[in-house]
């Protein structure tokens, strides 16, 4: 079988996603907690990876507007529909890939890659551009699987998952890693948070 491609995967699993329940709800809230407590009523906020749209709808009544994406389709029409239920008018959502997203230097106030570091192909070139997307004193609030402390051998079954059409793209790297990836991009690290799984890094870096 043929590498299936990264939007196809994630198509396919959208509903499967939507019901599952998040791993741990007192992570997640303290996670929403940080995060909001740097937001103002006038900022612009962007989210790439923005899956089912959860954190985006609950993070839209303390900003001005946020604009999400996704590679999916099928999970961006979960998220409208969370949108509309909640009667938020103030997120849009648009179906892109965040390495071909074109966007204005210095537009954004937050944005956020929530899960989704370890899916890209180029991590370091990802962090750049939110660099450069970021206003200055701008924030890049990422939660990223750091597989590569404790869970070093997914290295091995990644690619093999990815051949054949079962899992997207994986990239191992170290908490380390990711932190030097941050500051190589001009980033301050703000806030630095790994939680009890001790494999997920969650980081509040500033421009």
Avoid at 138 to 164: E, H, M, N, Q, Y
Wanted: net charge negative.
């Amino acid at each position: 079988m043929i590498m299936t491609d990264t939007h196809a995967i994630w198509d396919r699993i959208a509903e499967r996603y939507a019901r599952k329940p998040v791993p741990d709800e007192d992570v997640y809230q303290k996670k929403l907690a940080i995060t909001q407590g740097y937001f103002t009523p006038d900022m612009k906020v962007f989210e790439f990876g923005c899956g089912t749209g959860t954190t985006a709808v609950i993070h839209a009544p303390f900003v001005q507007h946020l604009h999400a994406i996704d590679v999916s389709a099928k999970m961006l029409e979960i998220a409208e529909n969370k949108a509309a239920e909640a009667g938020t008018n103030n997120v849009t959502f648009e179906k892109a890939a965040i390495d071909e997203y074109e966007a204005k230097d210095e537009r954004y106030d937050v944005v956020l890659g929530l899960s989704i570091l370890h899916l890209v192909e180029d991590k370091d070139a990802i962090i750049k551009k939110v660099w450069t997307m970021l206003k200055p004193g701008g924030v890049f609030v990422s939660s990223t699987a750091c597989l590569g402390d404790k869970l070093w051998f997914f290295k091995f079954i990644a690619p093999v998952g990815r051949f054949v059409g079962l899992m997207p793209m994986l990239k191992v790297f170290t908490v380390k890693e990711l932190d030097e990836s941050l500051s190589r991009a001009g980033f301050e690290i703000d806030h630095h948070w790994v939680p009890k799984d001790g494999h997920t890094a969650f980081i509040v870096a500033k421009k």
